[in-house]
């Protein structure tokens, strides 16, 4: 499809009053916008008639300077409509359709003698609305700095809200669901075992913050393109039940470093009548810029095993010295249970090869693992020094002769400007060893110190890191950082993060509920992709350790579904080895599910309850589908007519076993083979806490 | 010299009530030591019977832990003679001779369950006294974070001090003189030009201090080794006549980061009975460890002009874009006065060929002049992208043809984090180009924001930079770095510092006094070389702009005899070309003055009053002298005896003109010729702010 820029003078619909309307492309949604008698700018969203986002207020304060807040008059204003559509690097549907109406507003201030302006950008979908400020290069501006934004979302009701605490380092904690005016953000805050956290009010909550209105519509609140400036929390004001803008700070308290010509990142409400639609909501993509590397055939999709649940579990090491002893080197004794060691790593490289999974990460592979933790140090860890068991010439021969790739573990704990010191030597040794991409890690409080994981310093960080390794064709897949807001567009080498409470908490921690999986595609990853970590066969950890108690709160079949539930285009098969050369039965499902898809159909989905998904693999014509539930057992009876009318197709079902239950049975599982057609009418019993996985090959076709 | 290690169980001449007692190898010092009745260690320094520093307390604060201040016990101790001679990589003396006595005291804390250790280190010499303070791997330290040194030094009267504001980030200030029960730092601090300062404190001085007593001695408080720990500033307490340690904070108020294997810089405390002696006195570069630099024969000491002075004068400019139309590039139009253009540059190349002066230093050839000052941004400067109108490769090619190298300039308006990034990129680049070193900037708040110039984090900045650019063989010369402390010797790469209040304030500012540069050597120069660019011919401002009334407060003759009493191994001739062409004669001794001495003989000195020096070039037979005086007319009168006796040297005098004057004339200058011999009296008047430089050749030799 063509991209179709349309001047629309006459959709404005109503002007009453300074008052700009604007509808959206299928006249369902509306915008308004007008300057209040401060000459202060509001905004109203309604959808469907309903009055979503009621009068907000738009604005910015800066620093040591008279706020671009009030006293502005309309200098002019145009819209468009914009039909367009695109085609993904990789992602849950090959062609995304990008369809809005604009209003670009610029306002002038008529204080003081400097007539500075402020430009807004309204995009009207029909399916929600993104907003953001620009600061044009030609508005007297200079340099600033952004001491608060104003920007609030007073909304209709007291809604029913999926909210983690607001917090400036850490996204890891359990989901929480409350009425909006209920939330008590620190109440939450110390129960989740996060190594370092920064939450620092009660009403305080982060995005995406996923809302579930009384009156039968669903809505999320997140921002898009988040570049050059610090993250977005909210802040409840519980008696007007408004959202206001609450900006991570940096060390001094300011907010952004900004100047002429940058712009804010979007402010996006999703909107829907149904859940499932929330999560096939593409505006927060269609927000974001194209992308920017040139060509990205260098970016793989696919899946990876690892160096990393058996340090989770105990069985093996990240440190290679043992750090208990004293904190001088000359006094550090070997462990004798370094996982990353030469034998060990050519073990998953084989395991990987024979099963074409294509990437091995490993960590513990270099120096620094003794005393990291906390240390709030820099230089820690070396970023090009193996350790002396991991001997990184036989294991890259390896690796190549086998055809599989490692992806290099860089764990900064937190000390960014030693890991950005560090950067190019250790690129130079990715190059030589032939890595092609890091997992990264920011476990630990920053350095510089006093800034924050989600503040600019370290957004531009980010930004700057997937650049980086864009230009020298590598991925990255993060750790602790900000969460993600689309950004994977425009950097399509950054292909995944970690940015919320991911699997490897069940293995130490009372873990997370068996409803986590259904809240975080209605939140964290309307962002953009989690490595979740799926793939747990052995799920009680008192295998490795007979007083250990804590769990994966799943079934195996569950664990399964995820990888159709839970997208990411890079997907580890989390667990050991040997639990899959058990089970090679269930494992194949791993092998075969592809990480890049076609297209994506959500069967039915509730946050909190229950996910159903179909996918198609880009190029070819098998389905995919996961169900997972929460710890309710549920009857899935899917409506197969995604497949092609008329086609059979072989399925595999990977389900529960009849007396599946995460907690007293969570590893039985059966598979059943089949030949259907797309009116076949299925009955598969979801376990409480469990899921059912489906493979649907076009018969014919291997 | 052989070095001699001697265990001297026989030195602690008295050890009553455990105190631990130390004379010098001249037993005219005398060190004390002990612990009081909680524990706490104290240290007394007597030098000729004089109580010097009366009951210091010793100590170090931690943040969260138990402080290592008192309760301690003495583990154990010896001491040591020291007599040891070392070869100088350059410098004002090439052998240096490092005899001391030392006593190091092993202290155990007896409080808790974890016994910790702390060593005190104490080295005697017979001028002077150096301390530090050792954390030992196995001392059960961990790590740990400094939260304050309670180090003291009680004096023994209420002396006169040469003192600046103590200072986070600067060092530019003016000198004052006054008692120390006098000193107000604050009102000091507003009236100095200085772009970037952070004085905290109207008791706060910076160290190196220099201090007359009332009976007839001198005494200077500095320290040494100043390595991964924050500077010295000393705190005053006007009624105890007490200095105490006051260190540098980090934008968390902490002062320092160890762990156990660290140390602190050593404390240092010189002792003379004349002024004169403080200038040669080398136990802060003995307190250093020896050069890391393996083959130090890429550092050539020597001199160099610039395209520099011509930007401080407003005759060009460091920016290529005109900054005040815009701040965005595409506002931007070309400045017509570019100072780093190619053909200026070759000019500079040609002059300094023409005169064997082996570098040319460059500012303003890089893309960033427009918008840096003050801006407090990261992404300011490249250090790898030349202006438009800066042809690199036809300047690099004619630096080569004449055998010229280009020195670097890298500012990095405190930008430091972005410097560091782009560090590898920058060496990459000079090391393409032939480019032998750098001088960098600091002008600005430090980023990582709110750190200071003289932290922790700043400190090991510059030490890595050292070590970085060392590996290359490159040098560096820092402008607005923590002032230094001997780390010359261990890095001789690190060549010179600015650190203080250089000449060029003497362009655009009230400037410096005519007693300036007879005070920098007893404070500023304590530490190590500095960068002050001397030469200025043209000393009237109102040349270049009539409306100017700023000049260099100085005579002609006396930029010439800078050349000799402030020392530097690369020394700037600062003035623009077509001023020395003007007065060849002249120019002529600062083409001849060597940068490397075998021999330094202070012939007289006072601090404020006047300086006289000789100083026998390395590797050859020529003297040189330099005469400068303060606002005072003084006449010199040089005892010639440290020529060879009976041997005739060839003299040419550099004096001032016999109406020379600072102020109302400082141009006039004479030239003498003659052959004397060792026993020749010398009458030479210095005029007011004016000096006197001398060249000795053997005759015979040309």
Avoid at 51 to 57: C, H, L, S
Avoid at 196 to 217: E, N, R
Wanted: charged share 25%; net charge neutral; hydrophobic share 35%.
């Amino acid at each position: 499809m063509l991209s179709a820029f349309i001047l629309m003078g006459n959709v404005l619909n109503a002007q009453v009053a300074n008052v700009l309307k604007l509808n959206s492309p299928n006249n369902l949604m509306e915008l308004k916008f007008y300057l209040d008698e401060q000459g202060r700018p509001r905004y109203g969203f309604k959808a469907e008639g309903l009055p979503i986002v009621k009068d907000g207020r738009l604005g910015i304060l800066l620093k040591d300077a008279i706020g671009l807040d009030k006293d502005f008059v309309v200098d002019s204003h145009y819209t468009l409509e914009m039909d367009d559509s695109w085609t993904t690097v990789w992602g849950e549907e090959k062609q995304i359709r990008n369809h809005y109406r604009s209003l670009n507003v610029r306002l002038k201030q008529i204080l003081g003698a400097t007539k500075r302006t402020l430009i807004l950008e309204f995009r009207l979908f029909d399916d929600g609305l993104g907003f953001r400020y620009i600061f044009p290069e030609d508005g007297n501006l200079g340099l600033f700095t952004v001491s608060d934004e104003l920007t609030t979302f007073p909304l209709d009701a007291d809604h029913d809200v999926y909210w983690i605490p607001g917090d400036y380092d850490t996204n890891e904690y359990r989901y929480s669901r409350s009425k909006l005016s209920q939330i008590h953000a620190l109440q939450f805050s110390e129960d989740n075992n996060i190594a370092f956290k920064q939450s620092v009010h009660d009403s305080l909550v982060q995005t995406p913050l996923m809302m579930i209105a009384g009156d039968g519509y669903y809505l999320a609140i997140h921002e898009a393109a988040l570049v050059h400036y610090p993250a977005m929390n909210l802040e409840i004001d519980r008696s007007k039940l408004e959202l206001k803008s609450h900006l991570v700070p940096d060390v001094l308290g300011n907010k952004a470093y900004l100047q002429g010509g940058d712009k804010t990142p979007w402010r996006v409400i999703l909107y829907a009548k149904k859940a499932k639609d929330i999560l096939t909501n593409r505006i927060i993509l269609n927000l974001n810029e194209p992308s920017k590397i040139a060509d990205p055939s260098f970016i793989k999709p696919g899946k990876f095993i690892g160096v990393w649940w058996e340090m989770h579990v105990g069985k093996s090491s990240w440190n290679y010295w043992d750090k208990s002893t004293a904190l001088s080197s000359k006094f550090w004794k070997k462990v004798n249970h370094h996982g990353a060691n030469t034998a060990n790593v050519i073990r998953y490289i084989d395991f990987a090869s024979k099963h074409d999974i294509p990437y091995v990460l490993v960590e513990g592979w270099n120096e620094g693992w003794e005393d990291w933790f906390g240390a709030y140090r820099e230089h820690i860890f070396s970023f090009s020094k193996p350790y002396p068991d991991f001997d990184i010439n036989a294991i890259s021969a390896r690796a190549k002769a086998k055809n599989v790739k490692l992806i290099m573990h860089h764990e900064t704990s937190g000390a960014v400007t030693d890991y950005e010191r560090q950067l190019d030597t250790a690129i130079r040794f990715m190059i030589q060893y032939g890595y092609p991409g890091i997992k990264g890690g920011y476990v630990g409080k920053i350095i510089p110190r006093g800034e924050h994981h989600d503040g600019q310093w370290m957004v531009d960080h980010y930004e700057r890191l997937a650049s980086k390794f864009g230009l020298n064709k590598m991925t990255m897949d993060l750790h602790e950082p900000v969460r993600p807001t689309g950004l994977h567009r425009t950097y399509p080498n950054w292909w995944s993060n970690e940015a919320a409470r991911g699997n490897e908490f069940n293995a130490w921690s009372r873990g997370n509920l068996p409803e986590h999986e259904t809240i975080l595609p209605f939140t964290r990853l309307l962002g953009g992709p989690m490595d979740y970590t799926p793939g747990i066969f052995q799920i009680k950890m008192n295998v490795y350790d007979s007083a250990k108690k804590e769990q994966v709160h799943t079934t195996l079949a569950k664990q399964l579904a995820l990888y159709v539930t839970m997208y990411s285009p890079i997907q580890m098969a989390a667990d050991l080895i040997e639990n899959y050369e058990k089970r090679p039965d269930a494992f194949k499902f791993i092998k075969e599910v592809p990480t890049d898809w076609d297209t994506t159909v959500v069967l039915d989905a509730e946050p909190g309850d229950y996910i159903y998904m179909a996918r198609r693999e880009r190029n070819g014509k098998q389905w995919f589908v996961g169900a997972i539930t929460d710890e309710q057992e549920r009857l899935f009876e899917p409506d197969l007519s995604f497949l092609t009318p008329g086609k059979k197709y072989t399925m595999v079902v990977y389900r529960d076993g009849d007396s599946a239950d995460w907690e007293r049975n969570p590893m039985s599982y059966v598979i059943d083979n089949k030949t259907i057609r797309s009116t076949e009418k299925l009955k598969i019993r979801l376990a409480p806490g469990g899921g059912c996985a489906i493979q649907l090959t076009p018969a014919g076709k291997n």
